[in-house]
């Protein structure tokens, strides 16, 4: 029932914004203007000050409104949530985005009261609650932008789901994302997670056909026992990508302050949640590049790599990032090894990891070379890397060997470019299921988180 | 006189490409085209199958050319580059980039003699020589792009002077830097070190006004002790960064075929590089990050860390970071944590680390916290995370403020945006010497970087 909820949450037909305002300097405004530039279906604004909002005719309560929303975002004064989300449930309505603030997460007297009041209500509707204290949740593939920034729009629609305590991060991610041209499926920022916690939203997401892999930024955890039991159950279905802060002690005690939970012994929690079958990221780029790895690439089922790289440097950075996270430089067999040394001349480094600088702008050579390397049977899976120079006319990424290449075995790519030289190699990789990084660390680390969710998701 | 020499190599009045060509295919057509871009001095072409290339007139061999060459770049064939290197000699050229490879780095009977040979002949003259087997160079503000890469042009001017065994890493981290607006001085691919090794360009940079920091990609290291030595000299002068390849084996073994020398034990060589005052870079964004953050701060005196955020998410990652690096989270002195407190609403985090997040739009006030808080004699430097959120008109980052702050002590910062709409915040902070980057993990690591400057330098 509460799943059904789920659906009008991130696929509503009609949406309502109580506390719209026209003041720039009110979050009612931006999760109205949100809303406005994207969303298709039927949008109402509610505030008694309005007629009309942003060109939403404005209603003066929600008691007036024509229809029950799908979904209520809501902006309004912390003491006046209690009673609007009271007005909403009785006219129907399940599915809600808090964005104001002030409950168990601040310094105020009856925040911690106010948060379980507010729970008791929404529990016995069964409805569901994103919040409070979040700047809300995108769908991008419903055009729905249920958040405080307009700009969340700008994001690149795909198949990462990315769940996160907090918004910072998710306002992190995003620009860094649009940049690299990462797409998203969902992002939802949980806020105080008064009834949709990290499990709820797994339990969710494990059946969302538009979520191919989820990544999680955990801070706090309420609920280990139940996470845990989810993460088990949700990553033998999809990939799930962790990273949890905390590791330290001032940023643990933060945490409580931030989003109303301590965040706990970092050591114990990581270990845990890696046992139940999450891939564990370090950073916040690792998050967001394990999560797309995974949603693009089958697991690794063993630990021997070949590198292969057009210049030699990034191959040794390759192959150190590699050795470091545990994967294994892989040895060719004889016979790759005797074709390769008859293909390249002796200015090429020959042996794994292979350096292909010196025939670069022999097209056919390089992808004769990735695909004997990446094909043979000592070999688990691959890192390439190509960087762009010389000119487009000269050196040309050898995108057929390399797309046939992964057709054989998981891997990753490092190509990086004068912004504009190479965006359509790119997009014909990556349209292909390569995963492409701005780094060799990174792909090199992307490759092992599909090694680690194949080990994670078969102990 | 070899440092006079330098001055030649990268302040020429005139260049002559050695093996220029109509050929596309060729190096010696790219290294022609990226003077031809932007080069403001006289150009000369060698090539007895030209009358002119690229629009620049050709003379059939080196005693043709009308004067003698400040600068000679040559891409012939390896047999030919004695020859041509020594006729230039004798007509008085003093300075070199050699693009041409097979030499000792090449599996080939007399490559080895070959390098020896050339250098006896270059050291008799004194003179100096970038290569062989690199791109080349480019001295951004001499507009000198002495590479095979014409986009190379398109990077920033400024402070950083990259030194690279590795033309592949100069290739990575230039589009990494156009995208993240670093600027260099000089980017310098060392290739085979034939008489130009690590140790010369850092006692010629010692003195180059252009350059206030200096990053050094190694893989292998032939004089270690020279390389130790200079790092001591010159890091009292300005701030010297290195990041070592060949961790791992695999990695150490691909460096003599790369550039000729084995890349050594890995341990020994980062911890001596540290002792003589090198800042160690784990990865090649740690690299580049470091060095600008160190070519526009001054170095951190202490330990204490103060950590400010619009959104407590980046505040918590930071401060993991701070402290995974040795860093500590300052305790504020109760006068400073008394105002916080009477500045600050109880929804905010008032303790180190601060949340500004429910005064975001109050620039004023999240200017007066960062003032007080960096200002704070508990503090010894600070990292500084702000996001994009809203809008422009509800959110301005308090520069003012940070520009101040950051005359009192060590400032890194975190922004991030959607792409187009902070650039002009981001450049402001920069052009008043903070540095800006795109995540907290990287802001936190390089404020890091300030504090071992300031360490390294003191043993």
Redesign the interface.
Known sequence: MKIENFQKLFYPKSVAVIGATKN??K?GF?AL?SLVKTFKGKIYAVNPNYDEILGVKAYRSVKDLPETPDLAILAVPRDAIYNSVRELLEKGCRAFVIIS??FR????ADGEELHKKLKELVDSYNAVVIGPNT?GMVNLKADLNAS????LS?LKKGDIALI??????C??I???S??EGIGFSKIVGLGNRLNVDFHDMLEYLKDDKETKSIAL?I?GIDEPKKLCEKIREVSRVKPVVAMK????E??D???K???GSM?GNYKLYVSALKQHGAVIAE???ELVSFAKALAMQKPMKGDRVAVI?????????A???C??KGLK?AKFTEETQKQIYEILP??T?R???I?L??VA?DTKTCGEVIELAVGDENVDGAVI?Y?????E??LEVPTKAIIKASKEKPLTM?L????G?WDDVKEELESNGIPVF????IAAKSLWALREYDKRVRE
Chains 1, 2 share one sequence.
């Open positions: 720039p300097k979050m931006h203007n603030a002030g997460e601040a310094e105020i700047f405080f920034t307009p700009a700008l996160s305590q907090s918004g910072g991060v306002h992190l995003a620009p860094y649009m940049r930024y801070e802060a905390g590791r330290f001032k940023a005690k933060a945490s302050s931030h989003t965040a950073d916040l780029i790289s057009l210049v030699a440097g990034l191959g040794m950075v192959s150190d990032y050795e470091l430089l002796p200015y480094i042996d794994n990891p350096d600088g010196f702008n890397n960087i762009f120079s010389w000119s006319e000269f490092c990086n470019y004068p912004p030289f701005s780094t060799p660390e």
